[in-house]
């Protein structure tokens, strides 16, 4: 496939992304003018642009007024979690299984490791972390072998890292904290610990997200 995108493709790729990494947050109202300006190209593109993402959930349009960015639903974060570690769960207990799998995964893990730590270490850039954070996860969910569940998986990814986006924007700082608790993750499917990963990677998410106890805001 040419890597030579529409204007309308480039369009509907740079306003996604300003979504996905909440430098358009939930509730914000833009126009097709501004996003038109920004990218130096004219409307139409743009207005096939907000469609698409008016269709994919992602914007709410209002004729002459803009596009509302919908914002995270009630109940969305605690849906995806939930989601989330039933995948992950299951991948990590039938990982823990295979020696040779986890040793693979293990690898892949540090390896993503020393680039959180790496991005930390130079100033923490959210939008980069969100990708980071979410590249961590779905190598425990690709490492599990079932290629139904990987592709469940990846239909989460970008509500994933909107959530993680919004949850940094709200605290920083907690990018050191979630680096630790990451490593801890590696470390427990190192040692197999199947059980102990299920437990720490709940509380993680929850507090991540700011769900309260049983999942709830």
Same mark, same amino acid.
């Given at each position: 496939?040419?890597?030579?995108?529409?204007?309308?493709?480039?369009?509907?790729?740079? *306003?996604?992304?300003?979504?996905?990494?909440?430098?358009?947050?939930?509730?914000?109202?833009?126009?097709?003018?501004?996003?038109?300006?920004?990218?130096?190209?004219?409307?139409?593109?743009?207005?096939?642009?907000?469609?698409?993402?008016?269709?994919?959930?992602?914007?709410?349009?209002?004729?002459?007024?803009?596009?509302?960015?919908?914002?995270?639903?009630?109940?969305?974060?605690?849906?995806? *979690?939930?989601?989330?570690?039933? *995948?992950?769960?299951?991948?990590?207990?039938?990982?823990?299984?295979?020696?040779?799998?986890?040793?693979?995964?293990?690898?892949?893990?540090?390896?993503?490791?020393?680039?959180? %730590?790496?991005?930390?270490?130079?100033?923490?850039?959210?939008?980069?972390?969100?990708?980071?954070?979410?590249?961590?996860?779905?190598?425990?969910?690709?490492?599990?072998?079932?290629?139904?569940?990987?592709?469940?998986?990846?239909?989460?990814?970008?509500?994933?890292?909107?959530?993680?986006?919004?949850?940094?924007?709200?605290?920083?700082?907690?990018?050191?904290?979630?680096?630790?608790?990451?490593?801890?993750?590696?470390?427990?499917?190192?040692?197999?610990?199947?059980?102990?990963?299920?437990?720490? *990677? %709940?509380?993680?998410?929850?507090?991540?997200?700011?769900?309260?106890?049983?999942?709830? %805001?």
């Amino acid at each position: 496939m040419s890597k030579l995108y529409s204007v309308s493709e480039l369009a509907y790729r740079e *306003v996604k992304e300003l979504i996905l990494s909440g430098e358009l947050p939930g509730g914000e109202l833009i126009s097709e003018g501004e996003i038109a300006t920004r990218m130096g190209s004219s409307r139409t593109p743009v207005r096939e642009a907000f469609l698409r993402l008016e269709a994919e959930g992602w914007m709410r349009l209002y004729p002459k007024r803009g596009a509302l960015i919908v914002p995270i639903a009630e109940g969305e974060a605690e849906h995806i *979690v939930d989601a989330r570690l039933l *995948v992950e769960v299951h991948a990590v207990e039938a990982v823990t299984a295979n020696p040779r799998g986890r040793d693979v995964l293990v690898a892949t893990l540090r390896e993503n490791l020393a680039e959180q %730590r790496r991005l930390v270490e130079s100033g923490g850039d959210p939008v980069r972390y969100s990708i980071l954070d979410a590249d961590f996860h779905r190598a425990l969910v690709h490492a599990g072998g079932n290629p139904l569940l990987e592709t469940f998986y990846d239909g989460l990814r970008e509500r994933q890292r909107r959530m993680t986006a919004n949850s940094l924007a709200r605290d920083p700082e907690q990018i050191t904290k979630i680096v630790e608790d990451h490593i801890r993750l590696a470390d427990l499917v190192e040692a197999g610990d199947a059980a102990g990963f299920a437990a720490a *990677v %709940r509380l993680h998410m929850r507090e991540v997200h700011a769900l309260g106890e049983g999942g709830r %805001r």
